[in-house]
């Protein structure tokens, strides 16, 4: 496709083809592009102000609780990596290894981290002294790469870019408790900044992270119905410790072996961000993140004094600690509102000369699309009002999404239905064997999303050998 | 070295050893740790949040003058690498090559990005269709890797940190200004944000980034009298632009090459920072920058109301949007002085039960050891007062370094003589050619800095061959 052609095409609507809409919508927002090099992808000015907002929030969030940014090696010597056998099994097949440097071939090759546990505990072994300089509680903000086979922008891309927070502590309880505490934090960070519900759970063991004890996750569902693992935290026990030495002097005065975390969520947030909330018409952003909360624009601007009364609006936003754009270019006011709809700004602020001589304004939604003409006295209050409705909106279509789609099933041929037809979470019992759940995957095709946290407690019976048995858990197809 | 004597041993003093008190505070201030694998440096806590200082109050600036983040890949193609000849011919001894992706060798090898102008306009090549869209003015912040020989902490890594700017513009006098624009954003971040003098200049033929039609440069003295290149500034003309195919539709209809830019810098500006203001007492911050700007020790803390009395000193402090820290650990106040001068925390404030009497408190400046008493009720404005009087007394002082140590010379063996003594800055006239600066290098041992942006406009001759010529240049020994 010519590169001038891209933005004038509409794009394809989510009933005709969902993964079409979804790749549209990440072009077309101008988001990401595809880069030179296969499978990897390019964070477009747009996308990447979303990730910044995103980064904020959540750092904020990690600082408040007492964490501490980083930033280790890129890269992770062979012999090192493979200390921790479950983990590199795990990884070893994702791996991309640097094996020049310069003109010279490198005695040992070096992994690009798939994930950092290895780098954390290296590190730890060097430092950790003591039981009073425990917990130690780090966070990275950086990329990493896997050599994923298939690829799309945010799901699944070679490389991501994510936050991924390790922790040791002198306790079992404490680090457990870290776990949850990190899980608890990405489901309110989904809830107040994407408008995004999820479900919190925990992974069975085949779906669990390699080499980790549990692993918890948070899972949300898409507009075409299929489950987004959103985030994960895992608590590793003193496994990894023990692999790399990792020791403090106790209470006791003895060495012991500390107890360790690690959770991490990514660039794939903006992915869910999209499938969550967007329509035909592009991207619907939740305020909090939206690079651009308030566009305003002026109508027949050539008009005397449109020009300035649009800026004293925009001057009264910004004023606000709104993140707020005037469009005062050359295009047509359509032209501007297809554009900033596409682009999911949340609310459109228009004035022009009729709406200045009756001292007002028009604010448009996004979400709903419903216009309101508002006292240009009340500009402020308004706009405040309207960002909390959008937000809350759009929580509570997501939120009757996830529960209109999800399903209480006794027998696995419910499930296959669900899964062929509209698709959906099901809940059924499980009795917790590993070919049961296989089973699941072979013949209704849904794999494990996770064993809710909030667990009925009653008596059922597992869909496929039919025990007796208690635990909750969620199917569903998945990205 | 054990790790339990790490903190323990005091460091070595400057005169007695400046490259190891450079790599002792580096250490012993917790700033950074060695990695496995070797040239690598870990950016520990403390380290890294001055770096989060750095990185917020530029990108504040940045984006003031207009510049958006974006993400580009990490790894690039071998053949996008090479379009531009003299970029990679000046960067492929340093480059470490990704060749194989999980267990499977790569049809064409991929560079760990050294520097990403080859990304930037292989995307620009991609979305650029009009001269509306320009400028284009991004950033990004990354880390990438060069493969250096010799390492230091800061100074020379195989991977570093840092912020890498790219600009397409309409006009070669537009990319000219931006060029300009952001090497004086630079020189204003040291002063403001480092309490740094630097000299800013623009690189000789020889010493200019590959590729570039002309590199600007801010250089600083360190303490040891040498030279530390702090930020680069390149102008590319349309060079990369043509190798690139990148093309606009310009106001006459006719396609056209943009004018291009790129400047960085990196957490080389931690070692910049280390070398101008440390002692041998450890690290000196300048407040704008230390992740800790008042730490409040409480005196005699098990007596009745010190530790109140403290932590609502604290509170006061930190209600001024300070970073405060109060330390109420069971170490003794001598080791918690002597902890937080090797930290460089600007100012200490100590509270005990004779203060409480008086309704003073005590208030210790790191960069001149002063102490004053301070009534309480003076305690916000004092500290702001003392905070600015530290980083203009830091300023001065790195100043008075700068002049004290800048000569005036008119032969090479003048400039031999100061680079085998005391070392300093030399300022010579210098007649252009590749020869002379070759031969001052040579006879005098010292390379050029840089050709300062303010030129006398004299005449004199140039120190080797003795031709008459009018262009001042810098000579020195750098890092």
Chains 1, 2 share one sequence.
Request: overall charge negative.
């Amino acid at each position: 496709m010519a590169k001038d052609q891209r933005n004038v095409e509409a794009i394809t609507p989510m009933e005709v083809d969902f993964a079409k809409w979804y790749t549209d919508i990440c072009l077309k927002a101008e988001l990401v592009d595809y880069a030179s090099v296969k499978g990897f992808m390019i964070l477009r000015p747009y996308g990447y102000a979303i990730w910044e907002n995103i980064q904020r929030i959540m750092d904020g969030m990690f600082k408040k609780t007492g964490h501490v940014n980083v930033a280790m090696p890129v890269l992770i010597p062979e012999s090192l990596l493979k200390k921790e056998g479950e983990l590199v099994e795990g990884f070893a097949p994702e791996v991309a290894w640097v094996t020049m440097g310069g003109s010279e071939k490198l005695e040992e090759r070096l992994a690009f981290r798939p994930t950092s546990e290895t780098m954390f505990c290296d590190h730890w072994h060097n430092v950790l002294q003591s039981y009073r300089e425990l917990p130690m509680l780090y966070n990275q903000w950086c990329s990493v790469i896997r050599w994923e086979k298939t690829t799309r922008p945010f799901l699944r891309s070679r490389e991501f870019w994510w936050q991924e927070g390790h922790t040791i502590h002198e306790t079992a309880e404490e680090a457990i408790a870290e776990t949850e505490q990190q899980l608890n934090c990405y489901a309110d960070f989904c809830r107040d900044a994407l408008a995004m519900p999820v479900v919190k759970g925990r992974k069975t063991d085949k779906e669990k992270f390699a080499g980790a004890e549990a692993t918890y996750t948070i899972e949300a569902m898409m507009k075409d119905h299929k489950a987004l693992q959103s985030g994960t935290s895992h608590y590793f026990g003193d496994k990894f410790s023990r692999a790399y030495d990792v020791t403090f002097t106790g209470r006791d005065n003895k060495l012991q072996y500390p107890f360790q975390t690690s959770w991490g969520s990514t660039t794939r947030l903006i992915g869910a961000c999209i499938m969550t909330h967007s329509d035909n018409n592009g991207l619907v952003l939740p305020p909090a993140i939206a690079p651009i909360q308030v566009v305003v624009v002026p109508v027949a601007q050539h008009k005397p004094g449109v020009l300035d009364a649009a800026a004293a609006l925009r001057d009264r936003l910004t004023a606000l600690e709104l993140r707020v754009k005037m469009d005062d270019s050359e295009q047509s006011p359509g032209w501007k509102y297809a554009q900033y709809e596409m682009k999911g700004v949340p609310l459109r602020v228009e004035i022009g000369p009729k709406d200045m001589e009756k001292q007002q304004c028009c604010i448009a939604r996004r979400d709903t699309g419903e216009k309101v003409f508002v006292p240009l006295t009340e500009l402020e209050a308004t706009v405040q009002a309207l960002l909390k409705e959008v937000h809350d909106n759009l929580y509570a279509m997501a939120e009757k999404n996830l529960e209109d789609n999800t399903f209480d099933f006794t027998t696995w041929e419910e499930v296959k239905e669900m899964a062929q037809g509209k698709g959906g979470f099901a809940r059924t019992k499980w009795c917790g064997s590993l070919e049961c759940e296989l089973a699941m995957k072979e013949k209704a095709g849904v794999s494990s999303r996770c064993m809710p946290l909030k667990q009925s407690g009653t008596v059922g019976k597992c869909p496929v050998c039919g025990k007796e048995c208690t635990t909750d858990i969620y199917w569903g197809v998945a990205y």
